[in-house]
């Protein structure tokens, strides 16, 4: 089969993100043409399920009738107008929209949304409206940040300093400023847990004194010593997405939101991946948001990925009045908050928006999102049958299933071999496309996939771990034995 023409032209004008070029010139890549639902095809007419969601941004599937005709309709009438010095209709309902859906009773008030193209502008918002805070309303010359080990906040340079995975960015330490870190709760390989691996996720089995939380709380009190709190507490509520899909055990969330609380730090939610359902349906009430799965409300709520359906970029920073309030004043003060973008408040955008708020907040997606979790969790245990699958971690539709050389003694691949890489070649190769995290493969599909579709994701997930990673040996019957023996 000769060069798709499309193929040469990617190959020769189209520099990739997060991608060894040099690797990438290597083969034809697949070329997407068209997608319904979960199934995405390309221009040779083959067809895969879409298991990451399209980088974690699909909700409903592609193609959706409903987020089609809305933006469609918006269409006609205008694709997009300033929103430095102009209202309009879309942004205004879907302002309301959103605050109505961020807000729950009993939980502290978010009531504003300063509109963004993506999650790391939004954070990036987040983060300077935070720095102000503290400076107008503490006095603070310079605010300090605390967030999470291995914390993804975006690529921009403020966000990039907010997190703390050394591949993605040591190479730019020179141009970041400084923020401290706390260890993330991840049991898996945490140095507190005790427990000996077992045949589950790491959170059930753990044996710990929360020595994470400790942690937390050590790191406030000792920037107390120096004189002032942090100006925020910057966390991704319930499961660390980019840092490999970390899943906080419960009540985490709960106990370090009240230390932060208790010493007059703000926190910034980073629901880039969390938000609209990704975490689950809780069981008291359908939140849309992974803070209040632990009864946490933010002051300041990152949202992007998932917000139009997965259809355009736009993202959107919530903040609380008191934050709002700390920028207002007569137009000498100079209180403005200085900031924006060309496309903020996008119609197009704001409309698929409010398709995806109308799709999810309908019965059907609630009976739906069950279902798929379900189905995940019942073909994800299947998986334990695999001695190079560690550990495998749901957080309601998501989850990452950590590859290691031996389950019993957690020894992970070195990079280098690209076992993640490799697997997910192999998965695509049987129809079901996603990308790993190192060694971590993450499962994320929209929320329309069926229980079926989810059966034929694990399964490729399965064979490809046994063809790239497994001796043919490996006796899966015995395997399951001697499980059931322990
Ligand atoms: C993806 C992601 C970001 C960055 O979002 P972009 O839209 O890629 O800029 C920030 N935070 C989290 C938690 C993310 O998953």
């Known amino acids: 089969m000769s060069v798709h023409p499309l193929a040469k032209l990617d190959h020769r ?54 987020i089609n005709a809305a933006i469609a309709r918006q269409l006609r009438k205008v694709a997009h107008s300033s929103a430095l010095g102009l209202a309009n209709e879309p942004a205004s309902l879907l302002g309301q929209r959103l605050i109505d859906a961020a807000n729950r009773p009993r939980l502290p008030r978010l009531s504003k ?79 507190h847990n005790r427990a000996k691996p077992q045949r589950a996720d790491a959170r059930e089995y753990r044996k710990c004194n929360w020595e994470c939380v400790a942690k937390v709380e050590q790191r406030f009190s000792a920037q107390k010593q120096k004189g002032d709190s942090y100006a925020a507490f910057v966390v991704e509520p319930l499961m660390q997405g980019a840092a490999g899909m970390i899943p906080q ?8 939101s009240a230390i932060a609380r208790s010493h007059g730090s703000l926190i910034i939610a980073d629901e880039v991946m969390t938000g609209f359902g990704r975490t689950g349906v809780p069981a008291r009430d359908a939140s849309l948001f992974a803070s209040h799965h632990e009864s946490v409300q933010p002051d300041l709520m990152a949202l992007a990925k998932g917000m139009t359906g997965g259809y355009l970029p736009m993202a959107a920073t919530l903040a609380t009045q008191a934050i709002c309030d700390a920028f207002l004043g007569y137009y000498a003060d100079f209180k403005t908050f200085v900031h924006g973008h060309s496309y903020t408040a996008n119609q197009l955008g704001a409309a698929a928006s409010l398709a995806s708020l109308d799709l999810l907040q ?30 495998i971690r749901q957080v309601g539709l998501v989850a990452g299933v950590e590859l290691v050389k031996d389950w019993r003694t957690r020894a992970p691949f070195p990079l280098e071999h690209r076992a993640g890489i490799r697997v997910c070649d192999a998965m695509a190769r049987r129809g079901a496309l996603t990308r790993p995290i190192g060694n971590v493969i993450v499962i994320m599909p929209p929320y329309c996939t069926t229980p079926a579709q989810v059966e034929r994701i694990i399964s490729a997930l399965d064979e490809s771990v046994s063809e790239v990673l497994g001796g043919p040996t490996y006796n899966r019957k015995a395997r399951r034995l001697e499980r059931e023996k322990a």
Request: charged fraction near 25%.
């Open 113 to 191: 949304v300063f509109y963004s193209d993506d999650g790391s502008t939004a954070m990036e918002v987040a983060l300077k409206l935070a720095y102000e805070f503290a400076r107008r309303t503490r006095g603070v010359r310079s605010p300090r940040f605390l967030s999470l080990k291995g914390a993804y906040h975006g690529d921009t340079i403020g966000a990039v300093s907010l997190g703390h995975v050394d591949l993605f960015h040591k190479a730019y330490s020179g141009l970041l400023f400084r923020t401290e870190s706390v260890p993330a709760p991840y049991c898996y390989r945490c140095p």
């Open 362 to 391: 309908s019965p059907k997606s609630i009976r739906d999102r069950m279902t798929l979790q379900n189905a995940l969790e019942e073909n994800l245990a299947r998986l334990w049958d695999l001695p190079q699958v560690g550990d």
């Open 13 to 66: 004008y189209v520099w990739h993100p997060f991608t060894q070029m040099r690797d990438w010139l290597r083969t034809e890549p697949i070329i997407i043409a068209e997608g319904r639902g979960a199934v995405l095809e390309d221009v040779r007419g083959r067809k895969y399920l879409d298991a990451n969601s399209s980088i974690w941004t699909n909700l409903h599937g592609h193609n959706h009738p409903q």
């Open 249 to 256: 055990p419960n009540g985490w969330l709960k106990r370090v």
